[in-house]
C-alpha cells in the first residue's frame, strides 16, 4: 500500500507543479531519484503521465487522467460547454456523440459520450484510446496542429487497422489539408471496421486544438451524400463549443 499511495502522491505533485524534473520531485519528496523514477515509469507505462514533448526529462498528466471520472470534469469550463451542445446533436441525429481529447501525439481519449436509442450503436468507454491518424477526432485535432507536429507524427510508422487505412505520410498530409479546408474529418472503416465517425476540432483563443467532437455510426446508416450536412452539423457543434469555453 506504500506504494500506492507514493504513486498517488507523484500524481499529485505532476499535476501541480507540471512540467517537473525528477529533480524537482525530489525535493519535494525527499525520496531517491531511482525510486522516483520507477513511480514515474510505471505511472507513464499505465498513462497517466507522460514525458514533455519539448522536454523529455520533465513529466506532466497524461490526458487518461480525464477519463477517471467525467462528473470530476462538470467543474472545467470545456465539460460543461460541450454537454449541451452534445446532446442537441445526439438529438438531431440519434446518433452517438463523443467529446475526446489528445493525449500529446500519442492518440486520443475519450472523456464524455452522449449515446443515441438505437440498438445497433457505436460504443466507446470514457478513457478509450484512438490513434491520431486512423480516426476522425484525430484527424480533426492533428489538422489544426503545427507543421512541426504533424511532420513528427508523419516521420513516425502509420500504424494500418484495415484496407482504408492511410498509413502513407504524404497521402495523410493531404487529408489534414481537405480536413482544413472543409472544417471536418472523416473516418469511414479507417480504425474499427464498420464504424465510421465524422468529427470537428474545439479550439482555443490561439486556434489550436483542445478536443474534438464527434458523431460515430455504424456503417450500416453511413450514407455518403449526407456528409455535407452531418460535416456542417458537427462543425457547427463544435463551434458552439469553442464559443461556449471561451466565453
Not at 3 to 32: D, M
Not at 161 to 179: F, Q
Not at 184 to 196: E, P, R
Request: some cysteine; aromatic content about 4%.
Amino acid at each position: 500500500m506504500k506504494s500506492v499511495t507514493r504513486s498517488l502522491r507523484v500524481l499529485e505533485a505532476v499535476a501541480q507543479h507540471q512540467p517537473v524534473t525528477v529533480g524537482e520531485l525530489t525535493k519535494i519528496f525527499g525520496l531517491p531519484k531511482s525510486t522516483l523514477q520507477r513511480t514515474l515509469v510505471t505511472l507513464n507505462e499505465a498513462g497517466w503521465l507522460r514525458a514533455n514533448r519539448k522536454d523529455t526529462t520533465r513529466w506532466e498528466i497524461g490526458a487518461r487522467v480525464l477519463a477517471v471520472r467525467p462528473a470530476a470534469l462538470q467543474g472545467s469550463s470545456l465539460f460543461a460547454a460541450a454537454r449541451e451542445p452534445m446532446i442537441r446533436l445526439r438529438d438531431a441525429l440519434n446518433e452517438t456523440i463523443h467529446l475526446s481529447v489528445p493525449d500529446a501525439l500519442q492518440g486520443m481519449v475519450v472523456v464524455d459520450r452522449v449515446d443515441c436509442d438505437h440498438a445497433v450503436r457505436t460504443y466507446h468507454a470514457i478513457g478509450d484510446t484512438s490513434p491520431l491518424h486512423a480516426t476522425a477526432a484525430g484527424n480533426a485535432v492533428l489538422a489544426h496542429l503545427g507543421k512541426s507536429e504533424i511532420e513528427e507524427v508523419t516521420a513516425g510508422t502509420l500504424e494500418g487497422y484495415g484496407e482504408e487505412t492511410i498509413t502513407d505520410p504524404g497521402e495523410l498530409r493531404a487529408e489534414l489539408r481537405r480536413v482544413r479546408e472543409r472544417g471536418y474529418a472523416v473516418n469511414h472503416n479507417q480504425y474499427l471496421q464498420g464504424i465510421c465517425a465524422i468529427a470537428a476540432p474545439v479550439l482555443d483563443g490561439e486556434d489550436t486544438p483542445l478536443a474534438a467532437v464527434a458523431v460515430s455510426l455504424p456503417d450500416s446508416r453511413f450514407e455518403a451524400d449526407r456528409l455535407p450536412e452531418l460535416g456542417r452539423l458537427v462543425a457547427e457543434t463544435a463551434a458552439e463549443i469553442t464559443a461556449r469555453h471561451l466565453a
